[in-house]
Structures are given as structure tokens and as C-alpha cells.
């Protein structure tokens, strides 16, 4: 054991669909390290305390996407948040805002799946493309023009950032449109056409109100706030007809 | 998944936000408390002399009916969308009289403008 | 077979668990105070068309202090709406690039600010240069 071990009160809503009518939270004593993280908590919870604490985690490294939490209050992930920044205060850790508790700090994320899915997440070409005519070929000003939007984990950390999200979860939501854009914005896809019908209805770009909170929570630099009301002006062109004009090439249907 | 309308009145909106960005502080700043109060500013500057040939001039016109009108687009726009996030699901009610609001202040502001003649 | 019962939680009072949210808000709160001026302008305009007699009754009014009070806190709630909507208003623009870097927000939404400056000292010297 380090020398410097201090315990920090971890503050867990539990939920059991088979036993509890309502979520409540609990409170564990945990030992920790200087250097754990609040997930590195949750294991010790589950590990020595009781083993019946459900929640989702993968690669401890902020890439899977997996753990995402609301911790105080805030969508963070539990492996890049770190516990002594609460020592000596309690650290309260609950599921993610917004979606549907399964149990514990499991939440429901089908609605999100079939969002995803629902932007046809590919690329798009005009024409289908050969192996005789060989790669694309895209400068780097161009990659420039969607990389950051293509870093998503899919976290969900921003649906649990959104109040529309919240309010109407028939918003196809932060990240789906992010995605949406990152190929838009690939000047390998001239896809426009095929997903307009997302961008342009009243779940698609327009229910966002840019409260600008989920492009603060992600932990990838995304902006999803910047994908989705760049995309309220090409929505908005595209309604007086006039997109067209200013798609490169023409957009494939 | 049906086209939203939205782009109408968000560009209305986008307009009197601009607008009321750059203009909105000054001249509150100026009718609200300057002139009334008098500070660094003749009575005669916002008297009727003064503001019924500026109301008369079409750039007066101009500026008064965009002013008030893309102010009320603007205003109406985020209004309606705060009803919902406060709980209030008044839909296509609500939606007719915040717009309709705007649309008759555009309106009786061009009237009132043509009225005060040139 | 399935044990799951999913619990869906309420979104009441959402907006007043963080400050972020609350900031939001407040945004929002400020188009009420556009809306009022922009109708006191508007009465002002109706005055205007009736006569000398009604727009002084309009002038009047406002050096009443509540309207003045009124107007000083309209004045700092739109203000925050301009300082907002610059702030903002590079999410709505794309990426723009020169000599191969990214112009960052902060520098899209100074011009905002500065054209606000600008246009209210224009404003400020019109009305009082022109009496």
C-alpha cells in the first residue's frame, strides 16, 4: 500500500430493475492513489465492496468511448477523471443524462445506434469508383476540412450535455450530425443529396439551439456545435435552392 | 422525414440578431437613458421637429422599420424555442401568435411609417 | 425472459443544475427585453404619426425612472446578447484558413465585437452631431 493512501466517499446511483422502483444513490469508502482515476474508484468498488455495481468500461485510455459518466454533475469519462481533484469532497458519479437507466450507471443507447446508422456514416462518391482509377487523392487542406469531426468516440458525453437532447429524443442529436457532416465535408463524398433528409428536418439540424454545451464536454475536440449549425446555414440555402450552386461538382443522389 | 420550415424564420432571426448585436445596446443606451435624462445631449436632437423628418426621410424609414420589425423577428424566434425548453408544449398555437406578433408589428410599423408621409 | 425496466428521468428543472446552463438562460431572457423595447419603439412611432402633441406624452414616459430603470437593465442584458451572439457566430461559419492556418473563433467573433463598437460610436456621433 502507498504511503500517501487517502479514502475518498464515492457517491454511486445504483439502480436495479428487478428489485428498486426509483434510483437512489449510495456511498462507498474508497482507498485511492494519487494517480486513480474515478474509474479506477468504480473497480474498487465492484472488486471489494460489492460486486454487484454495474457500469461500462474498456480501454482505461479516452478512446473507446465506453465510460461515460455524469460526475458531479458533468458528462465526463471515468478514466480521464481523476479523484484526488474531488479529495476531500465527495465525488458523486451517476449514468449519463438524457438516456434511459438499464441499471445502475448502465444507460440504453439503441435510440443513438440507429441514429448513427441513419446518417449513412460512408463514403459517398458520384460515381463508384474503380480499383483501375487507384486511390483518391486529397491535399491536406482538404483532410483539414473534416478531421476533427471525424475523432469521435462515441462517447455520448454530448447527448448527456444537451438539453434538446433531453427534451425531444427524437433529435438525431451532437454526434450523429457531426459524423453526418464529417463526410459532407470529405471532399471524397458528394453525398449531400442522400442525407439531407436528416439535415433538413425539424429533428435534424433544427432543434439545436446552440447552448454549446456539448462541444465543451467532448473529450475529442470534435465541436459538434460547429458540424451542426455550419450545417443550419447549408440547410438553410438548401431550402431557397440555392445549395446547389455552391456544391462542389454537383452532390450524388 | 418532412423538410422543416425553420430556414424562414431563422433567418429572420439571424438578421435581427446582427442587427440588434451591433445597434441593440446603443440605442437603448441613447433613447432609454440618455435622452431622457439629458446627458451630453441637446433636447432638441430627439424632438419632434427632428425625428418626424428623420420618420419622413426614407432612410429613416429604412432604419426604423428594420430595426423594429428584425428586432421582433429575432425576439419572437428564441421566445417561442425558450417556451419549450421551460416546459411550455403550446406547439402550432403558440408558434402563430409569437410569429404572428412579429408580423403584425412589421406590418403596422410600415403603415405608421407611410402615414407620417415624406 | 427480460428483466429490464428502464428508468426514464425527468427534465424538470434542467436548466438550473449547472451554470452553463443557467448562462444559457440568461441568453435566452434577453430577447423579452429586446421584444419590450422594440414595442416601445414602435409606440414611439405611433406617437410620431399622431402629432407634436402625443410624441412629448411619448418622451414624457420615457423619463419616467422606472422606464429608466427599465432601460438600464435592458441595456446590460442586450449587451450580453451582443457579446453572446459574436461569440457564437463562428459555429455557424466554416473552417476558414490563411497561409495555411486556421483562423481560431476568438479572432472571428473580436470583428463582431469591434463592429459593435464601431457602430454604436457611429450611431452616438450621428444623433449627436447632426443637432
Not at chain 2, 430627439?46 to 420589425?69: D, E, H, N, T
Amino acid at each position: 500500500m502507498a504511503d500517501n493512501t487517502r479514502t475518498i466517499e464515492i457517491e454511486v446511483l445504483r439502480y436495479r430493475p428487478e428489485q428498486d422502483q426509483e434510483p437512489f444513490y449510495q456511498t462507498f469508502s474508497v482507498p485511492f492513489a494519487d494517480d486513480w482515476s474515478v474509474l479506477q474508484g468504480l473497480q474498487y468498488i465492484k472488486d471489494d465492496l460489492d460486486s454487484s455495481l454495474s457500469f461500462r468500461w474498456s480501454c482505461r485510455m479516452a478512446i473507446c468511448g465506453s465510460c461515460g459518466y455524469m460526475i458531479d454533475g458533468v458528462p465526463k469519462l471515468g478514466c480521464r477523471t481523476f479523484l484526488r481533484h474531488y479529495y476531500p469532497h465527495k465525488v458523486r458519479v451517476g449514468p449519463l443524462e438524457n438516456f434511459p437507466i438499464e441499471r445502475d450507471l448502465v444507460v440504453g443507447i439503441d435510440d443513438f445506434i440507429g441514429k448513427l446508422e441513419g446518417i449513412k456514416p460512408y463514403i459517398i462518391p458520384r460515381e463508384p469508383r474503380t480499383l483501375e482509377q487507384g486511390e483518391y487523392l486529397q491535399t491536406p487542406a482538404q483532410r483539414d476540412q473534416y478531421e476533427q469531426y471525424s475523432s469521435c468516440i462515441n462517447c455520448l458525453l454530448c447527448y448527456a450535455a444537451c438539453p434538446q437532447y433531453g427534451l425531444n429524443p427524437g433529435f438525431t442529436g451532437p454526434a450523429a450530425l457531426a459524423l453526418l457532416h464529417r463526410y459532407n465535408a470529405d471532399s471524397r463524398d458528394q453525398g449531400w443529396e442522400a442525407r439531407q433528409e436528416v439535415v433538413n428536418a425539424e429533428d435534424g439540424v433544427w432543434r439545436c439551439m446552440l447552448i454549446g454545451y456539448c462541444s465543451e464536454v467532448c473529450p475529442k475536440g470534435v465541436d459538434p456545435a460547429h458540424a451542426i449549425n455550419q450545417n443550419k446555414v447549408n440547410s438553410t440555402l438548401d431550402y431557397f435552392g440555392v445549395l446547389k450552386f455552391l456544391l462542389p461538382k454537383g452532390a450524388a443522389k | 422525414m418532412k423538410r422543416a420550415n425553420e430556414p424562414i424564420f431563422w433567418s429572420l432571426f439571424g438578421a435581427g440578431g446582427v442587427l440588434s448585436a451591433l445597434l441593440g445596446p446603443i440605442l437603448i443606451l441613447l433613447t432609454g437613458i440618455v435622452a431622457p435624462v439629458g446627458l451630453w445631449m441637446p433636447p432638441e436632437a430627439v424632438g419632434y421637429p427632428r425625428m418626424l423628418a428623420f420618420a419622413q426621410s426614407w432612410c429613416g424609414k429604412a432604419l426604423l422599420l428594420a430595426v423594429i420589425s428584425l428586432f421582433l423577428w429575432h425576439a419572437m424566434h428564441r421566445i417561442y424555442h425558450s417556451l419549450h425548453d421551460l416546459g411550455v408544449h403550446a406547439g402550432a398555437g403558440a408558434a402563430t401568435i409569437c410569429y404572428g406578433f412579429a408580423l403584425a408589428a412589421t406590418l403596422a410599423t410600415a403603415y405608421l411609417l407611410l402615414i407620417i408621409g415624406f | 425472459m427480460s428483466a429490464r425496466k428502464p428508468y426514464v428521468r425527468s427534465m424538470d428543472g434542467w436548466w438550473r443544475r449547472n451554470p452553463f446552463f443557467m448562462r444559457y438562460m440568461v441568453r435566452e431572457a434577453s430577447a423579452v427585453f429586446l421584444a419590450i423595447y422594440a414595442v416601445i419603439l414602435l409606440a414611439g412611432v405611433f406617437r410620431l404619426s399622431q402629432g407634436a402633441a402625443a410624441y412629448e406624452a411619448w418622451l414624457a414616459a420615457l423619463r419616467n425612472p422606472l422606464a429608466i430603470v427599465f432601460h438600464g437593465i435592458a441595456l446590460l442584458v442586450v449587451a450580453y446578447h451582443a457579446y453572446t451572439w459574436w461569440k457564437v457566430m463562428p459555429k455557424t461559419m466554416p473552417m476558414l484558413h490563411v497561409g495555411g492556418r486556421r483562423i481560431p473563433e476568438m479572432a472571428l467573433s473580436a470583428v463582431g465585437w469591434a463592429a459593435t463598437l464601431a457602430a454604436s460610436l457611429v450611431v452616438y456621433v450621428l444623433v449627436r452631431g447632426l443637432s
